[in-house]
């Protein structure tokens, strides 16, 4: 984001000045962070203390101290930041001199997407595939597990092509929707369209939309898939200038669309040199994000290789990397990757301008299970038991029982790849399926709780005596977690 002459990161938390970064504490770039996202809107002093100090209770003393400091890093553009007596602060728009612009109509206003959320890390090949599936295809959606970074790939992708629909893009925020008819309506808000007091309906968007070449970018639709489904397919059939894309856990399932599926960063084998460890983009982005707290890691080549190893524990999912970076400061590399066993607990304290999914790994699992049928809770569960690839065969084995029937693991396994908490891979005829390390974790944590997980250990640890006696599967031992160790815990 441009603030006068200063260049404001959010994601990386860094406030540049002509190019140059300059240094800011942390409760006053969370100020600064607060001001520039609320577009030039009056931000309260309550409004500041509980986005700053979200349930702390501190003297309002504090916003004096921190904005005193970032005015003072300011300097001679300190009048940026306007406080109105008694109500609070907001910034001033810079004054540019330029020929005056005409009125517009609100149906001619071109809103605009959200600022890039941070410099992506690791995905220009991602960002070609996509813009080019974009050329092909009129809906593609973005799939992946959650915190794989979905968002920022369509925000960075939507500014690239901005220019071929005439700026003409819009961007929706799904998550805080849940019926059809608030979908349609914030499609039309985003567009710029005017919204009658009246029901709203696809008809009416599809003809206020039509022929305009117009990029939309809807975010977050796992949780209203069928709605969004249902508003898509006709938007199209009616206008052949409109792409959209959408981010979401599992498919639209409708004409025309093509998936793009977008996987975690590339990790550093556990053989690899100090200078391959450097050179991951998942390593990459650690120390970026560590570094942008004053952290000050990656100063010793053991600290490299603990990286990697954190790294290489956390799948290359970068919500998780960042959030662990974001632990460096307080606990050290070699504190972060001691405490990953414990990983839901740690890994908090995402940015606070973030959706509350993004802001802790728990988070994020837990908007993804509320989504899953009865069935695939349970199955999603029972599966913490394997820590490697695993057959349906395996699988049906271990998991299997009057509760859980083989026709409900069938369809509960479609239902967790589908929503991407099952990664599956084919080998040569075989399906064999995997789930990253941290959702393991957090699939044996729902496991604990449940009555039944001593008796599913224990048919766990049958199975795995009988196939040994047999010396039909001499390797299974590696792929499955101690039966004991989840009775223990």
Known sequence: MKLGRFDIDLGMRRLQLDGQLIRLGSRAFDILAVLVTAGGRLVTRDELMNAVWPGIIVEEGNIDVHMSALRK?????????????????????????????????????????????????????????????????????????????????AIEVAHQVAFQFDENVSFVELTPLNTKEAVLRAIMESCGLPVESGSITVPSLAAALSETPRLLLLDGAEHIVSSVAEIVEPLLSQNDALRVLVTSRE????????????????????????????????????????????????????????????????DGIPL????????????????????????????????????PRHRTLRATFDASFALLSETAQCLFQRLSLFNSPFTFDSMRAVVCDTELPEEDVIDGIGELVAKSLVNVILDES????????????????????????????????????????????????????????????
Do not use: W
């Not at 690899?272 to 010793?300: E, G, K, M, Y």
């Not at 990757?337 to 740690?346: G, P, T, V």
């Open 320 to 355: 998780a990397i960042e959030l662990a970076a974001g632990r460096a400061e307080a606990l050290g590399v070699e504190g972060v990757r001691r405490r990953l066993d414990d990983r839901l607990a740690i890994l908090t304290g995402g940015y606070r301008t973030a959706m």
């Open 73 to 153: 890093v300011l300097g001679a553009n300190r009048d940026l930041i306007v406080t109105v007596p008694g109500r609070g602060y907001q910034l001033a728009r810079p004054q540019i001199q330029s020929a005056p612009e005409q009125p517009r109509s609100p149906a001619t206003v071109k809103p605009s997407l959200p600022a890039r959320r941070a410099a992506l890390v690791g995905r220009d090949a991602a960002t070609r595939q996509l813009r080019e599936a974009l050329d092909r295809a009129p809906v593609v959606t973005l799939t992946g597990t959650g915190g794989v970074g979905k968002t920022s790939l």
């Open 251 to 314: 498919p639209l399932r409708i004409r025309s669309e093509m998936l793009f599926k977008v996987d975690p960063l590339d990790v550093p084998k556990a053989d690899s040199s100090d200078t391959d460890i450097l050179r991951s983009p998942a390593v990459d982005l650690f120390i970026q994000r560590a570094n942008s707290l004053q952290a000050n890691v990656c100063a010793d080549k053991g600290e490299v290789r603990l990286i990697g190893e954190i790294c290489r524990r956390l």
């Open 430 to 489: 075989e399906a064999k399926y995997r789930l990253f390390e941290s959702t393991r974790a957090y699939a044996a944590d729902k496991l604990r709780d449940k009555a039944d997980m001593r008796l599913v250990a224990s048919r766990y640890a049958q199975f795995v005596s009988m196939n040994f006696a047999a010396g039909a599967n001499r390797h299974l031992a590696a792929a499955v977690t101690p039966a004991d160790s989840l009775v223990i815990a």
